[in-house]
């Protein structure tokens, strides 16, 4: 019965955050896993896969300190108790780039991103909205150090993935992604394709259920 609680509250705490209603989804997340750590162990696969859930919460709330701190956290014990190439691992990869890069620590955050995209590509060909992430936050570095061949290599293939449903992607996530691939497009002078993303970005945030993410 509490293994089903915790459940729930998981489940519901992934809607919330695609959502984009990231304060709900991690008070949520929050009770799950001091309940996961009572109930499995601190270092069990299920509460390690609800750690690296707050942290991606964490990093949609603007807290990308506390985000890294605990995707680290995560992927260190991932690595003690997953086998390796596990989704888990390239998740919590992700999730701790992803925070380093919000915090400008690009060198810090390139490795982590490679390893993750090396991990999806590899073990995980049929979700490739996992390597498209890490693909994506890998190219916004290249962007930021003006490294546009190698931006355009990662950020525009399967860009087209990102508006769709099974992308699995928070609102946060994509209006970052799509925020990269417009910013790209600028850089490259291509202002025509540039605005068309900036209208599927726009169309995104009018059919929100909820439109803070989007602001």
Request: proline share 6%.
């Amino acid at each position: 019965l509490e293994f089903r609680r915790v459940l729930f509250r998981s489940n519901l705490a992934l809607t919330l955050l695609l959502e984009g209603r990231w304060e709900e989804a991690e008070s949520l997340l929050t009770e799950a896993l001091k309940r996961a750590r009572i109930i499995f162990g601190p270092e069990r696969p299920y509460t390690l896969h609800l750690q690296h859930m707050l942290a991606r919460v964490l990093a949609d709330a603007g807290r990308p300190d506390q985000a890294e701190e605990l995707a680290r956290k995560t992927l260190d014990a991932r690595r003690l108790v997953t086998p390796p190439g596990h989704e888990g691992t390239g998740r919590a990869l992700l999730y701790w780039g992803r925070a380093l890069v919000e915090q400008n620590k690009l060198d810090e955050a390139a490795p982590p991103l490679r390893e993750a995209l090396k991990l999806f590509q590899e073990n995980y060909p049929m979700k490739p909205e996992l390597a498209l992430q890490a693909a994506n936050w890998l190219g916004a570095i290249h962007l930021a150090r003006g490294d546009l061949p190698a931006a355009k290599d990662l950020l525009l293939p399967s860009a087209e993935l990102l508006l769709e449903p099974t992308s699995q992607m928070s609102a946060i996530e994509k209006r970052a992604a799509i925020g990269h691939i417009i910013k790209l497009l600028q850089a490259l002078g291509q202002n025509e394709q540039a605005a068309v993303w900036q209208k599927k970005l726009e169309a995104l945030a009018a059919s929100a259920t909820d439109t803070r993410a989007w602001r």
